[in-house]
């Protein structure tokens, strides 16, 4: 035990650690004292509690103390106000070198949690608030829950970072709620971008037994668990159904997890196993397995890279890397979209949600205008009906988006963006327009996915205010924002930019001038790989598939589909006319455009993809199939060597922001880390490139 | 338009433990304390709809910080109450609630109401008396009062002045038997029901739960009581031990029209005869609660031999025995402050008018042969508040 507290020391030597205070309460109806344990690491709401190795230490002699003591007939345990904890502090675990170290993490855990439920004295866990992770696990170790109404966030968020609840979560839920439920919190909550579940939630779930308002919760929750005690309350929970209904849990959960990681991330099949084993194991054997799979799971160079996308999410996109400083930033008070069409008409109505400014759209007709303020109406009605606003916003929205044909609407406007046709003369025509119109540091912003913004500007009198606005689609849903600064662009345009961009809730990460920046520069470069292989005669499905195992959010060739191939084809000719010998055009791409297809893919009345008659005769394919290991791997080293360009090239500061645009522009997952430390790990990065991106044990396990 | 006065009764009220300024509440907000009492209400009179409540005033001496932002409106909302129950803040020192119930009172009779909220709460941990005062100037230049009416124990010093036959003998006897009176009343279980609990914050040392009151201190003696330094005067009378202390505390209460409470199967407690406020001298305003009597009881057309119990603020030992000594009352007599009072229990100034309610309407259930009784206090800048109640369950309305 003494060399792993030197561990435990190296591991976690920063260890904000979370206290287990401990006072007596006298409940009411003469039921006796309980002990009341409030985790607490000092730090306001911001910093939510979280439990390192001291914490449990802490927490551990604290629940020896009170078993103890005769005259306790209860304990009950809650948090600082708002939070009750965000489970295992995950600030050390990249330094955790040894599968030992990794078990016995587990193994302690359960030995301190395990001590709520060990038939010494009944214990109620009080959930006031967020209870993440291992926060759910010390209530579940309980013998009762209560939940504060008004809790916004309680998850299992093992599983969407690369591991397991282990706790007790992974054996604990499905006993208590069956494991059809367990699988939607462990499992699909998890992989479905991390969902979290509110207060109300809960006791109908079956994870807490009662419900208090925030006015009085812990004076509520005591009031009650002082009448479970007595008697007057009896907690009542349905009986978990083990019969066929538990296998057909764990086989849905595997049928989504599937569907999410292709098998590409190990968590959640390892969590699966255990909810199946849990139908009949005892608890001491359930526990017994959640330390091994923890263990096996901390140890996994997928955790690792989970860790590091995670942290890429949570801190480097609120923190932009290179943007200058924020107090440059001019105020915008009017902003002008050019166009009406739907990507417009889209992009007006998230800058009026979100800036509450008035936003002025422009077209050539009126029809184009009404149908694009139409829309904008359209959608803001569809919001309200679903609650999202109320009607009072929904005035306010509808008043701030009008419309015009006469550009000189955007006179007074402090940032304006143009969303027209994709093709440099006419956005040069539109902003040497505008500059007749606006004032001379009106931020002048193009959304276009690959063209120069250097270009762009070239013929303006003040090149200086063009800046790169790139967004994703869905705009409304995708959270990376490009944000592109020009050979000429000054400070105090682009911190305006991005102060723009937080206030529309966006990502955003700021690139240098380059053919079709970052995102769409890979996803090209990866696509025109899977569908040269297809042009040389590798079937549609083998190309398709090819890349499934890694855990992309969709295929290629269904990607495609959404992106639209003339949109596609756009991108792939704009950077093959800059960089002729890496992108490659396909001309079964073009003939697809030609003919006007939606996609290479039908789709049949189950939803299922084929290649109807007429996509097949348009196809002309060589006689050299690849195999899919093939396909995956020349695709992959195409990125490989596509991202150490990037690099090379300054187009982005450092890997860790080709990861954060991946993730969050393009849904690749955590497991791959983004797209670097699944290219270090896989060895493909020195073999397509001769070296790392990353140095071993930043999205890896240490070497 | 044809109008009738309707009668108003004191259908429930609660409070919280009381706390000793920088003790169990140093953690916890002013406003949470009075918001667990309102809700207390609801929850033990289950059959009064939330939205039949037509205001709610809560009385706080400071009305800054989480004493603030109107506070009765605030505490509506915080509560859970509807949206559409309006509320609003109410001063008058240490009768706040007091008048609270008073001034709700009237408009439910006036017919402007059918049913109020009505409490007050004092954080004097958290708003020392005195916390951001700004006496006019014209105060000392006008000697329009003697600047020690503004300390509320220097006017204690000055009503001994007024009577010497108040000693501090008396007053320290006083005081002793109103610790052992509240020990009493604590070991009977009759302050408990009262008691709504608090869960205590501490960074320190977790969350507790404040189910009994922290100043109390059962095992006073006159002989310790003697030895205690005066520090409003030197060789003075009033002593921390013959006095109210530094309090944190809430207290609220349901006021009704008698028939409305009658429409929602609601139990009045005590029915409301009179009330009185009158102004005193400043510099001696613990003699209040004696022309404030003198005016509830003629309004109402009884004297004081008509009434049998009385629950008497003690901000001073010495400003009760000044009270009782003019009605020709005892020290020790039963019928005054049975169950001990604020120099045991606490003062958290703007909220104690309910809790002298609170004690009252326990006797009342407890003496079926008491008709009327009395709860009157003192005020700050000379004043006196008194509210005669008549008791629903006196046998011979029977």
Excluded at chain 1, 16 to 29: K, M, Q
Excluded at chain 1, 574 to 596: C, I, K, M, W
Aim: aromatic share 6%; proline share 6%; net charge negative.
């Amino acid at each position: 035990m003494n060399g792993l507290a030197q561990d435990y020391a190296e591991i976690f030597p920063d260890e904000v650690v979370t206290h287990a205070h401990v006072r007596d309460v006298e409940l009411p109806y003469g039921a006796g004292t309980m002990a009341l344990i409030t985790l607490d690491n000092g730090l306001d709401h911001t910093r939510p509690s979280s439990f390192g190795p001291k914490g449990l230490a802490e927490l551990d002699a604290a629940l020896e103390s009170v078993l103890n003591r005769d005259e306790v007939v209860a304990v009950g345990i809650t948090g600082k106000p708002f939070i009750l904890a965000a489970g295992a502090d995950i600030s050390g675990m990249p330094r955790i070198t040894k599968r030992e170290q990794a078990l016995e993490i587990a193994r302690y855990g359960h030995q301190v949690f395990g001590k709520l439920n060990d038939g010494r004295k009944p214990s109620f866990g009080f959930i006031n608030g967020l209870a993440i992770g291992g926060g759910l696990e010390v209530v579940l170790n309980c013998t009762y829950r209560t939940v504060l109404a008004t809790t916004p966030a309680v998850a299992f968020s093992e599983c969407f970072l690369g591991i397991l609840p282990g706790w007790g979560g992974t054996w604990l839920l499905p006993n208590l709620i069956g494991a059809d439920r367990a699988v939607k919190v462990i499992i699909e909550n998890a992989l479905n971008t991390n969902r979290m579940l509110r207060g109300p939630e809960l006791e109908p779930l079956g994870i807490a037994d009662a419900t208090f308002e925030g006015a009085d919760f812990l004076e509520r929750s005591i009031n009650w668990a002082a009448q479970v005690l007595t008697g007057p309350i009896e907690v009542r929970r349905p009986e978990v159904d083990r019969g066929e209904a538990w296998d057909a849990a764990v086989a849905r959960g595997r049928a989504f997890a599937d569907a999410k990681v292709h098998g590409g991330a190990p968590a959640p099949y390892r969590a699966l196993d255990i909810i199946a084993a849990a139908k009949t194991c005892t608890k001491a054997d359930g526990f017994a397995l959640e330390d091994e799979a923890l263990a096996d799971l901390l140890m996994s160079e997928e955790f690792r890279s989970g860790l590091y996308a995670f942290d890429l999410v949570q801190r480097r996109a609120k923190k932009p890397v290179g943007v200058p400083d924020r107090s440059l930033a001019r105020s915008v008070t009017k902003v002008g979209i050019v166009g009406a069409g739907l990507m417009a008409s889209q992009l007006g109505l998230l800058f009026a949600r979100r800036l509450l400014v008035p936003v002025v759209l422009t077209d050539l007709d009126d029809e184009r205008v009404e149908r694009g303020l139409a829309y904008v109406r359209e959608e803001i009605d569809k919001l309200l009906a679903k609650g999202r606003i109320n009607a009072d916003q929904a005035n306010r929205i509808k008043g701030l988006v009008t419309g015009s044909t006469d550009k000189k609407v955007y006179a007074d406007c402090d940032f304006v963006l143009e969303a027209v046709f994709e093709e440099m003369k006419v956005k040069q025509q539109v902003f040497a327009e505008l500059e007749g119109i606006v004032s001379p540091e009106c931020v002048l912003a193009t959304n276009t996915s690959s063209l120069s913004v250097t270009t762009m500007a070239s013929r303006l009198n003040h090149p200086e205010r063009v800046v790169g606005f790139h967004f994703f689609n869905p705009v409304a849903i995708l959270p990376l924002l490009e944000v592109v600064r020009g050979e000429r662009t000054d400070d105090a345009s682009l911190a305006t930019a991005f102060a723009v961009a937080k206030e529309l809730k966006k990502n955003a990460i700021l690139v240098r001038d380059a053919p079709a920046f970052v995102v769409n520069r890979i996803l090209t470069r990866f696509m025109a790989e899977v569908t040269r292989c297809v042009d040389e005669g590798t079937p549609v499905e083998v190309a398709d598939q090819a890349v499934l195992p890694l855990g992309l959010p969709m295929s290629p060739f269904v990607l495609l589909q959404l992106v639209g191939p003339a949109v596609a084809l756009h991108v792939a000719e704009t950077l093959h006319e800059a960089f002729p010998d890496r992108f490659y055009v396909s001309p079964n791409l073009q003939r697809l455009v030609a003919a006007g297809k939606p996609g290479v893919w039908s789709w049949n009345a189950q939803g299922q993809p084929f290649l109807d008659d007429e996509t097949k005769a348009l196809l002309e394919q060589g006689s050299d199939a690849s195999t899919a290991e093939q396909v995956r791997e020349r695709a992959l080293a195409a990125v490989a060597d596509e991202v150490r360009r990037l690099l090379d090239d300054g187009v982005v500061a450092e890997a860790q922001d080709v990861d954060l645009a991946m993730a969050l522009g393009a849904g690749w997952p955590f497991h791959l880390g983004g797209i670097t430390p699944y290219l270090d790990r896989s060895g493909l990065a020195e073999k397509a490139t001769g070296r790392r991106f990353l140095p071993r044990g930043v999205a890896s396990l240490p070497g | 338009m044809p109008r009738e006065l309707r009668d108003v009764v004191f259908v429930d009220g609660v409070r919280t433990p009381f706390g000793k300024a920088g003790g169990m509440y140093a953690e916890t907000r002013a406003d949470d304390l009075v918001i667990k009492c309102i809700r207390e209400l609801l929850r033990r009179n289950p059959t009064l709809p939330a939205e039949r409540v037509d205001d709610v005033a809560i009385a706080a001496t400071t009305q800054t910080g989480d004493q603030g932002l109107t506070i009765g409106r605030t505490a509506a909302l915080l509560a859970g109450l509807p949206r559409t129950v309006p509320g609003y803040a109410i001063d008058r020192m240490c009768a706040g609630a007091m008048t609270a119930v008073t001034t709700t009172a009237s408009g439910i009779a006036f017919g402007a109401y059918d049913v109020a909220i009505a409490g007050g709460v004092e954080h004097m941990g958290h708003h020392p008396m005195g916390e951001g005062v700004d006496p006019n100037p014209r105060i000392i230049a006008e000697k329009l009062v003697d600047p020690a009416a503004l300390v509320m124990g220097a006017t204690a010093e000055n009503l001994h002045d007024r009577y010497p036959s108040l000693t501090k003998e008396r007053a320290d006897a006083f005081a002793a038997a109103s610790q052992q009176r509240l020990a009493k009343a604590y070991a009977d279980g009759v302050i408990q029901r009262d008691l709504v609990p608090v869960a205590t914050r501490s960074t320190e040392a977790g969350w507790g739960l404040a189910t009994a009151d922290e100043p109390p201190r059962p095992d006073t003696t006159v002989e310790g009581l003697a030895g205690l330094r005066t520090p409003f005067r030197p060789h003075g009378r009033v002593t921390a031990g013959n006095a109210a202390g530094l309090n944190d505390g809430a207290t609220a209460c349901v006021i009704a029209a008698e028939d409305v409470a009658k429409e929602l199967g609601l139990t009045p407690r005590m029915r409301l005869v009179s009330y009185a406020y009158v102004g005193v001298e400043p510099e001696v305003m613990g003699v209040g609660p004696i022309p404030a009597t003198e005016k509830a009881l003629s309004k109402a057309g009884l004297t004081i031999a008509d009434i049998d119990l009385i629950e008497i603020n003690e901000a001073f030992a010495v400003q009760v025995l000044a009270f009782a000594d003019h009605f020709g009352i005892a020290d020790d007599d039963p019928r005054m402050n049975a169950y001990g009072g604020a120099i045991a229990v606490g003062h958290p100034l703007a909220s104690s008018g309910v809790r002298l309610m609170l004690q009252l309407a326990r006797q009342f259930e407890d003496r079926p042969d008491v008709r009327y009784g009395l709860t009157t206090m003192c005020v700050g800048i000379g004043m006196g508040g008194s509210v005669i109640w008549e008791n629903p369950h006196w046998e011979g309305a029977k």
